[in-house]
């Protein structure tokens, strides 16, 4: 049981480059939600996706872009990566359904920008 | 809006003693509360969560923590510490009818010594 899988794993980048961060549940859940992790600040929302074909804002979403593919895929992209995007990305998902179902996190991409 | 602070971004204990992991949140509305730890170089996994009914909760690993509305509070603890409880630890809130995605603490780093 893979849980939420993340790709890739670390990434370098130079500043004014794109990429996208991948993610994938097999969990049947209906929520997926992008974190940023830096030191001294927990964990900040990005975006997320309640349901397929929904996303929205979350606290930090300035310079990121969202797409859910289908139910099992949400994907990040840094359409012009700067250096103060230099973080640790969670992906996470939820079966949705309320604020109170926990929330499955995968092992993170760590992306550092040049 | 909710919001959480964790008291303490370090905390050491021996092996065999108490550990208290502080956690304090701010909410207009009944909150849902969870601790996650995080491993190196993995994502977060839950440890325990608090939704309505019983306020001491019990979760993984030995751990407990207890919701007290009155102090606003969520610490979480184990009577006796693990070498492999080093880790670090954050508390998370959501809202009941709000957006299901999680706000979290700073996070706690957990040093067992020896």
């Known amino acids: 049981n893979a849980g939420v899988t993340q790709t890739p794993k670390f990434q370098v980048l130079k500043t004014g480059q794109s990429m996208t961060l991948q993610c994938a549940q097999d969990m049947n859940h209906n929520s997926m939600y992008w974190y940023r992790q830096d030191p001294g600040m927990g964990l900040r929302l990005i975006y997320y996706?309640?349901?397929?074909?929904?996303?929205d804002k979350g606290e930090v979403p300035n310079g990121y872009n969202v797409s859910r593919l289908n139910k099992r895929e949400f994907s990040l992209r840094l359409e012009s990566a700067a250096p103060s995007q230099t973080s640790v990305y969670f992906c996470a998902s939820s079966e949705g359904g309320g604020s109170n179902q926990p929330q499955h996190f995968g092992d993170g991409t760590r992306l550092s920008i040049l | 809006a909710q919001s959480v602070t964790q008291l303490g971004s370090h905390v050491s204990v021996s092996e065999g003693a108490l550990v208290l992991l502080r956690c304090n949140y701010s909410s207009s509305v009944p909150p849902y509360l969870f601790w996650y730890v995080q491993y190196p170089n993995q994502g977060l996994q839950l440890l325990l969560k608090y939704t309505t009914g019983a306020t001491l909760v019990k979760g993984i690993n030995g751990f407990e923590a207890e919701f007290k509305k009155s102090e606003t509070s969520f610490h979480l603890t184990k009577p006796s510490a693990h070498m492999s409880d080093a880790a670090e630890y954050f508390c998370?809130?959501?809202?009941?009818?709000?957006?299901?995605?999680?706000?979290f603490g700073s996070g706690t780093r957990l040093q067992v010594q020896p």
């Open positions: 998370a809130v959501s809202v009941q009818g709000g957006r299901r995605a999680l706000t």
């Open positions: 996706s309640a349901s397929e074909g929904t996303t």
